[in-house]
């Protein structure tokens, strides 16, 4: 009997082990970033020098290494990255394991490879590797805890930013964000829903984002074609005073106030008043 309840107690022992949460020197990070109409996610464990010689030591010059710890890192993207500058290499749409191999000249080797399921780099097959990219690392101020992120962001490219110790990796990616853009515009056309904002939509694109005004002039001329509100007037407006119209541009906001005003829209109405103002200041 008494040996019946020493075993069960080993068990329960056992099971309480298993069960109880208990942090881990290198937690978990998961991080979501937008680069143009890409949605970027990394996740990767976050390891801390500790008072350790990292590079050269713990990581050992020219070997592989899975950027992190634990499970190996990811990256997920819903577009295609390109990499490389002219000579671009494509990541298509999904998710990869990122390794790196530190060198003592700093010119690191990163892969993006398609075997996901990995941990550590035991499995490492360089046949998988998508993306092979010769970076050069740089002296940086001292990061404890490792850190990947996503910085430098416009709406067609950023940069992977990585940071250990006293070394920092940037690695710089565009997306064909004006490709998916037009391709998104045209669809809605297609569609043929709400035709005046759809329109409107894609004048604001060519206006505000490229800078594009004639693009963004056919555009709200089509929105006003189809259904004519404070806000394509407004915005047409807007178009005319970048492209130096200023005499047309005043006459269609005054106009655009006036709509504004009888749709009892305040916000839009003050907007409108004060853009006003100061196109007639200048």
């Known amino acids: 009997m008494k040996k019946i309840i020493a075993s069960l107690g080993l068990i329960f022992a056992a099971g309480f082990i298993s069960a109880q949460e208990l942090p881990k020197l290198s937690p978990l990070s998961k991080s979501e970033h ?19 010689v990292i590079f050269g030591d713990l990581l050992p010059y020219g070997e592989i290494w899975r950027l992190g710890a634990n499970e190996n890192t990811k990256i997920t993207c819903t577009q295609d990255m390109l990499f490389g500058g002219e000579k671009s ?5 999904g998710t990869y394991s990122v390794f790196a191999f530190p060198a003592e000249d700093l010119n690191w080797k990163i892969v993006l490879n398609s075997n996901t399921e990995q941990w550590g780099t035991g499995d490492y097959d ?5 993306v092979t990219l010769m970076v050069k690392a740089i002296a940086n101020a001292h990061t404890e805890t490792l850190l990947i992120d996503i910085n430098e962001v416009t709406t067609t490219s950023a940069s992977i930013v990585i940071a250990w110790d ?27 829903k ?23 002039l056919e555009y ?21 005073y ?22 009892e829209d305040k916000r839009w109405t003050e907007y409108i008043g004060e853009t006003l103002d100061e196109w007639k200041k200048k």
């Not at 937008?34 to 350790?52: A, D, H």
């Not at 360089?126 to 998508?130: F, G, I, P, Q, S």
């Not at 990616?173 to 297609?190: G, L, P, R, Y």
């Not at 970048?242 to 749709?263: D, F, P, Q, V």
């Open 166 to 192: 006293k070394l920092k990796v940037v690695i710089p990616f565009t997306v064909e964000t004006d490709k998916t853009a037009q391709s998104n515009i045209d669809a809605a056309i297609a569609e043929g």
């Open 34 to 52: 937008v680069v143009g109409l890409n949605k970027i996610t990394l996740q990767y464990s976050r390891p801390s020098v500790r008072g350790r």
């Open 126 to 130: 360089e046949a998988k590797n998508v």
């Open 220 to 240: 709200v001329n089509l929105s006003i074609g189809v259904k004519q509100t404070h806000n394509n007037t407004f915005l047409k407006a807007r178009i005319l």
């Open 89 to 93: 290499q494509v990541l298509p749409a």
């Open 194 to 216: 709400d035709l005046d904002k759809v329109y409107s939509s894609a004048a604001n694109y060519y206006f505000n984002a490229k800078q594009d005004y004639d693009k963004a």
């Open 242 to 263: 970048a492209k130096g119209e200023t005499k047309e541009a005043i006459k269609l906001a005054e106009e655009a106030k006036k709509m504004a005003e009888t749709a």
